[in-house]
Every structure is written in structure tokens, then in C-alpha cells.
């Protein structure tokens, strides 16, 4: 079939098959959450679900003192018991003994509407929340206050402090030691003054930019390297991990993060009444972990514990994305600018990739010398296809010309592309980065537009210079119509993710013009070449 189609015919089906891959990927197929080896063991929690046990702990902000029906337990609100003040965020620790908020100081992560950057989800399960297995004591916690030894912490640049918070209950006593530290990681040490069965909670995402074309969910990284992503909206039912190096739950910029526990600690994930994850982790009555709330900044997380760096996922193609990033951020330390890092990293892609482009070009430019020669054998043969067929492969393999040379070599090169597009979609570190002028911000979209009308006008300029020979009209108006699609759908894309597509689009000019220029040289040498002869022969 493929053999039937004219070269440029075969480009806008890669076009059209890259253009598709590249938007509807992460759309149409969203990364299955396989399930690990003691996926859907039996674990008696209680009757309730995770979408109960969720919407319980929601219900928690709104309890009141008047509406105890026990005379001898007083039901509390949810007030501030502890704050913590350090140079990039304030953390507020809640009467319930969870992590209630979690605001960024620095304005570039707060959303484009200028909404401040809290981490902390206003619903669902708060990071260290406990649950009992028992339900009785279970109301009986979510009605008795913890105490705490301060109130106010202030951490300096490398510091750190801790806090004890204190639950007496008639039955047990729960003490949580907490450690924070200023680059926002924190050390949790639980321990019950009798045996019962409890649940910590991990915290859903937080909600402060919208999403676009990115998986936003939660994640468990376990045993041999096994990553398990279970996206928003898509969890089915309840699955169990053991050998957890961590759990996370995180958006495009941001996570919450638990990691430290033994081997034998059960991670599980559920789903709540949106089908969104919920995960949390059993405990013991001497507990102990780690945690993180903040940026997925590569180097933070890997200055607290390189195991985190994991919790920077870039979906299907991360085995392609994670040393592309790697090599972004050491031409960062390079150069010192996360615009000009973009160039030169499209400019190593361009050469890396080069062979490959180079192929493609080349073979286009053979076929389009000897498509007249194809017409006639197509309409010499009209009426015999399998002769008309093996007499056109037989014409391709006389000039060199590979009738898939310019399809195959766009289609290698989409694994790199699209681990481009999310790493410069998921870096955290473009927030508030500047280029020149008016790019202020490599994370958000251009406010003037400028780059995507170049990068549409360079898309354009490419497919004028491009061999092309049509033999459809509508196929053509349609190939001619992609720059207008392009400009117009990289309009609301980060600007850093645009300058490497209109980066990209200036080195394929470049190599095209001098595929272009090599190929016209030799149709003037093979021109002299027949004329001398000529004049030859009448000599």
C-alpha cells in the first residue's frame, strides 16, 4: 500500500501520524497502572473504602464542638497548632496532627491568576493523617486533639527543628516526632503506647496551575526499578505494594512525597469517589519514614536522597527524557540561562539526529527527480498494478531512492521529540525562568505571541523549500494549512517549549537549503556534463 503512495503523500502521513501521536498520546492512551506482585491481596482495612475513609477525613474540617453525641469527648476544629517558617515556604501543622498547608513564598510558583501556591490539597487525605482500623477509636481520634511542646518554628537557610505532637486517648497514646528542614523535607517518627492497626496517609496533589497534556496522579516506585503511575480518574480499585522506595503523589510541578520505610511496610493505593488515587502506608506502633512536600527540582530532591529523583516522571518515554533533562540541566551550568541552555540543546538533538534528517532529506530529493519517470511507468502499466508495482520499486532501487527514506526517519526521531516536549512541558526549573525580552517566564506562554508566529512562519518557510510534489489538491491545501494548525495550538504552550520547536525549525532550513543546494549543483554538473558531450559528438 505504502508503495502506491507518492513520497510527499508518505511525509503528510508521518506528519499527520507524528501531529496525532503528539497531541492525543497521553490523552487516548494514558499510562496503565501495572499492578505489582501482591497487586489486589486481601487486606482487611474495614468495610469502608478508601472513597469513605477520604471523604471522612474531608469531614473533618467542618466538625464543630456542639455536635459531639458523647458528653465525655469533646469534638475539636482543625486549628493551626504549629507553624513553620523557613525561607522558601511556610508548613502549618493542624490540631489533627496533619500537615494542613504548605504555601511557597516565591511568587513564580503561584498560578498564572497570581492564586498563591498552596500544596496542600483542600480535599481529600492530609499528608500524616492517621487512620484507625478500629472505628471506634478511629471517631474517638478525629475528635481529640493533639498537643504540641511549640508552636512556632523558624528555620534558617540549613536548619532544622523538630516538634512533638501528642494524642491522649483513653485506650492509646499517639506521639508523632516531627523533623523539618529548609530545603523542605521532614523525618516522622510515630509510636502508640499500645498495638493498633492504623493507616498514615500520603496527601492528594495540589491543584494550583491547570494541567495541560500532563499526568497528573499518583506514583509508587518499587522493588527493581518498577514504576507504577495511577492517573486521575483511572483507578479501578485497591492495590498493594511492599518494597516501596517511594510513594508520591504529584502534579506537573509539584509532590508529596514518603520514602525511608522498611521493605515489609504495605503501601496501598485506592481510589476515592472521583476515581482519583488515594495511597497510604500502614504503620507500626514505632514507626518511622521520611517525607517531602515542594518543587520536583532535580537537584533538591537529589541532595536530600537521590533515590527521589524518581519522582520526576515523564510518562512513556522517560527512558529518553531522563538524560535529555540531565544534559539540559549541565548546559544550564554552562551557560547560566535556561533559554539559551534550550538552543544548545536542540543544537546537540540536531546533531545527534542528524544521519537520520539527513537520510530523510536526501531520499526525498531523489524521489522527487524521478517522479516523472514514476508517473510514466504508473501510467504505462495503469492497467497491470502488480506489474506497475514491481516496475516502480525496480526504478526506486536504480536510483537509490528508498520509497520510505522520508517517512522512517520522521517517525525514529518521534520518541525524541515527544521526551522533548515533556521535559520542557514538566521542568519545574523554567518556573520564573527569563530568556530575553519579553520572555519572562520559560514555564508560561509567550503574552505577546511572538515565538509561535516565528515558529509557524519557519514551519511554513520549511515546507516551501521541501520537495514536494502534490498530486492531490486537497492533500496539498491540507499539508499547506499544518503551520497555520501549528501556530495556533503552540499559542497556549510554554515559551520554552515553543524556542525549541522554532530552534529546531531553523537547523532543518539550514539542512534542507544545503541538501537542496548539493542536489542542485550535481543537476548542473550532469547538465554540463551532457552538453560537452554533445559537443562532442558534433566535433
Known amino acids: 500500500m505504502l508503495e502506491k503512495l507518492s513520497s510527499n503523500q508518505r511525509l503528510l502521513l508521518a506528519v499527520a501520524l507524528s501531529f496525532a501521536f503528539f497531541i492525543g498520546y497521553t490523552t487516548l492512551f494514558p499510562p496503565a497502572a501495572s499492578k505489582s506482585a501482591d497487586a489486589n491481596k486481601s487486606i482487611p482495612v474495614s468495610s469502608k473504602t478508601a472513597e469513605a475513609v477520604a471523604q471522612s477525613a474531608t469531614d473533618v474540617n467542618a466538625v464543630e464542638s456542639n455536635t459531639s453525641s458523647d458528653a465525655n469527648v469533646k469534638t475539636i476544629t482543625?486549628?493551626?497548632?504549629?507553624?513553620?517558617?523557613?525561607k522558601e515556604f511556610t508548613l502549618k501543622v493542624d490540631t489533627l496532627g496533619r500537615i494542613s498547608s504548605v504555601v511557597l513564598k516565591d511568587a513564580k510558583h503561584n498560578g498564572k491568576d497570581g492564586k498563591v501556591s498552596e500544596l496542600i490539597s483542600s480535599i481529600g487525605a492530609k499528608p500524616l493523617f492517621i487512620r484507625f482500623e478500629d472505628e471506634q477509636l478511629n471517631d474517638m481520634a478525629s475528635k481529640t486533639p493533639y498537643a504540641s511542646n511549640i508552636d512556632n518554628i523558624v528555620l534558617g537557610e540549613n536548619g532544622s527543628a523538630s516538634v512533638i505532637?501528642?494524642?491522649?486517648?483513653?485506650?492509646?497514646?499517639?506521639t508523632k516526632t516531627l523533623t523539618f528542614y529548609a530545603d523542605g523535607h521532614y523525618d516522622a517518627e510515630i509510636t502508640l503506647s499500645n498495638e493498633k492497626r492504623y493507616f498514615v496517609y500520603l496527601?492528594?496533589?495540589?491543584?494550583?496551575?491547570?494541567?495541560?497534556?500532563?499526568?497528573?496522579?499518583?506514583m509508587v516506585y518499587a522493588g527493581d526499578n518498577l514504576t507504577t503511575i495511577f492517573e486521575d480518574g483511572d483507578v479501578e480499585g485497591r492495590t498493594v505494594f511492599t518494597d516501596v522506595h517511594l510513594a508520591s503523589s504529584f502534579d506537573q510541578y509539584y509532590a508529596s512525597i514518603m520514602y525511608g520505610f522498611s521493605k515489609e511496610t504495605q503501601v496501598l493505593v485506592d481510589r476515592d469517589m472521583n476515581d482519583n488515587p488515594v495511597t497510604y502506608l500502614e504503620g507500626k506502633s514505632n514507626f518511622t519514614f521520611n517525607g517531602y512536600i515542594g518543587p520536583k527540582e532535580y537537584k533538591t530532591l537529589e541532595s536530600i536522597n537521590p533515590v527521589l529523583v524518581n519522582a520526576i516522571e515523564f510518562g512513556f518515554f522517560t527512558f529518553v527524557a531522563a538524560p535529555i533533562f540531565k544534559v539540559l540541566m549541565w548546559l544550564h551550568g554552562l551557560i547560566g540561562n535556561w533559554g539559551w541552555s534550550i538552543i544548545a540543546l536542540t543544537a546537540l538533538i540536531r546533531m545527534f539526529l542528524y544521519p537520520l534528517t539527513q537520510k530523510g532529506m536526501v531520499s526525498m530529493q531523489k524521489i522527487k527527480e524521478i517522479a516523472p519517470r514514476i508517473k510514466e511507468v504508473q501510467e504505462k502499466y495503469k492497467g497491470d498494478p502488480q506489474r506497475m508495482n514491481a516496475a516502480v520499486m525496480e526504478m526506486y532501487k536504480k536510483h537509490g531512492a528508498n520509497p520510505l527514506g522520508g517517512c522512517l526517519p520522521l517517525l525514529l526521531q518521534i520518541p525524541v521529540f515527544f521526551a522533548i516536549y515533556r521535559v520542557l512541558l514538566n521542568a519545574v526549573e523554567l518556573q520564573g525562568a527569563p530568556w530575553i525580552l519579553w520572555v519572562t517566564d520559560l514555564s508560561r506562554m509567550d503574552p505577546y505571541y511572538i515565538l509561535p508566529i516565528l515558529m509557524g512562519a519557519t514551519m511554513y518557510y520549511q515546507q516551501k523549500i521541501t520537495p514536494s510534489n502534490f498530486t492531490d489538491p486537497l492533500q496539498e491545501k491540507i499539508f499547506k494549512f499544518l503551520p497555520i494548525i501549528f501556530t495556533f495550538f503552540f499559542f497556549t504552550f510554554p515559551a520554552g517549549l515553543v524556542l525549541y520547536w522554532f530552534v529546531n525549525n531553523i537547523f532543518s532550513i539550514a539542512q534542507q537549503y544545503l541538501v537542496n543546494k548539493q542536489f542542485e549543483a550535481a543537476r548542473i554538473s550532469r547538465h554540463e556534463a551532457h552538453l560537452a558531450e554533445k559537443h562532442h559528438e558534433k566535433d
Open 203 to 218: 496527601g492528594q496533589h495540589p491543584e494550583i496551575i491547570e494541567q495541560m497534556m500532563t499526568v497528573v496522579g499518583g
Open 165 to 174: 505532637l501528642t494524642q491522649n486517648m483513653p485506650n492509646v497514646t499517639v
Open 78 to 86: 482543625t486549628d493551626t497548632l504549629t507553624t513553620v517558617n523557613a
